[in-house]
């Protein structure tokens, strides 16, 4: 006779919010990312990036803000002035972002305020090339609220990567954006098993529900 099924901890993803434990983690949203003059031509992209994107992460991060939700900022540059740091991957994906470069900044837009943590990654995932992990841990955030770029690559490998290590995931799906509508679909599709989602208008609601 088999043992019985144990209880779930956790019954659903959608748990109450407290403000304490979430931070709001926005990805790559920087001018390297947004030279559209002389990157590759994305038209889908960009225009979802400054039509809808963009703007939704700012209401988020002022939300965020609002109700003491720590807000930290993850971008591509290098630790090296030659870039010997970056990742194989960068090295062959020639992802070359000066240190201190103005590429590496985050955009006007949704700028970085007071002491807002802003951490350098030369990776994919934060999780593996920054300390990122180390930083939420000694905050004592348990959830993280996932917006940036590009769906499905960074935002993607960092929701496996933070689910994997015990981490509540949300993915704000109007929140990020890739090359195609067809490949941000695709994306969500593929790793909404590992996180919450939810819409900007949706998570500021529930932000405004739950710490009430």
């Known amino acids: 006779m088999s043992a019985p099924r144990q ?5 659903t993803r959608a748990q109450p919010l407290r403000p304490e434990r979430v931070g709001l983690l926005v990805i790559d949203v920087q001018n390297w990312v947004m030279d559209e003059a002389n990157r590759q031509p994305r038209p889908e992209f960009y225009d979802a ?31 090296t002035e030659d870039g ?27 700028a970085p305020q007071g002491d807002e943590m802003v951490i350098p990654k030369t990776s994919s995932s934060l999780f593996n090339s920054t300390n990122f992990e180390y930083l939420i841990r000694n905050i004592g955030l348990d959830t993280i ?34 090359d195609t509508q067809a490949r941000h679909d695709a994306a969500l599709n593929a790793f909404k098993g590992y996180c919450r989602m939810e819409t900007t208008d949706s998570l500021i609601a529930a932000m405004k529900r739950d710490f009430a």
């Open 84 to 110: 010997r740091d970056r990742s194989l991957d960068y090295k062959l994906s020639n992802f070359f972002i000066p240190k201190g470069s103005l590429d590496a900044k985050v955009i006007d837009e949704v």
């Open 145 to 178: 609220t996932v917006t940036g770029f590009l769906t499905d690559q960074c935002v993607d490998h960092t929701i496996r990567d933070g689910a994997d290590r015990g981490f509540h995931m949300i993915c704000v799906s109007d929140g990020c954006a890739t």
């Open 7 to 11: 209880r779930d901890v956790y019954e």
């Open 49 to 79: 990036a400054r039509s809808q994107v963009i703007p939704n992460i700012a209401r988020l991060i002022d939300a965020s803000r609002t109700h003491g939700v720590e807000v930290i900022y993850t971008v591509m540059e290098n630790f």
